[in-house]
């Protein structure tokens, strides 16, 4: 299947750098086959032998199949000093990458899917907040984002009014910046690089930078964990398992503004891996 440029000419991860470092991994990107070598430097290449380009970036490995006109996004706070750097490991999900990332820009699920942790009845209005396309960097963002959150974050103390930014980078590559319960003004950035292994299947890969010197790692881990096991649930069972692109294809509420300019932004770059436009010509 001929991948379309926006998506075959990005980057994704497919792995932690020191596993890659460690021993050869054999993976699988939109459809095909790879693998990432063991040693230094890290190389990656198709099973057939083709070399691929590759980035080493926040603990991961990048792989492209296509020739990326720009290098894997920039995550500033990724170097400030004061910063953990947790590495989650790795999820796998019987669902489209990209309906991933859309459940990771929804806050309507809160309270009903990660209750008493991130949402909790009565509290489960989504508040209006504001959403764009950003033409200078090409990423959407929604911004003003709040939610009532009994268990923000690891090592919040009791409910907390948490305010969100999120940011889509890449159609596969988005991050939420929220409030730091350990410093007020700053934000916590929790990323989730997602890897297409086929148009309805994939690996997850979250990854946070904090700024909590006192949770322990296996606890910070297995927080975030948690959280993403209850997606899961939810993210197996959504129907269509691809994400609809056609006009009007599922009612979207104001909540869901994010999602609507996700989607639009999806079709202006002529996506179609991991859609319903791209089902039948998968099946071509
Ligand atoms: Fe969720």
Known sequence: MDLEPAIRDEWYVVGATAACREAPVRTRLLGTDIVVSGGDPVSARTASGRDLPVRLRYGCVWVSLGAPEAEPPAIPEADEDDRRHVLCGAVGLRASGLRIVENFLDMAHFPFVH?????AEPHTEVLHYTTEIRRDVDEVWATNCRFFQPQAALSAKGGIETQYQYRVATPHVTMLYKTCPNAANRWDVICLFVQPLDPDRCRAHPVMFLIDDASRLTDLVAFQQVIFLQDRI???????????????????????????????????????????????????
């Open 115 to 119: 209750t008493d942790i991130l949402g």
């Open 234 to 284: 939810i993210l197996e069972n959504q129907r269509p398992v691809l994400l609809p692109l056609e006009p009007r294809a599922e009612i979207p509420t104001r909540a869901d503004s994010s999602s609507v300019a996700y989607r639009r932004w999806l079709k202006e770059k002529g996506v179609r891996y991991g859609t319903t436009i791209g089902e039948s010509s998968a099946a071509a």
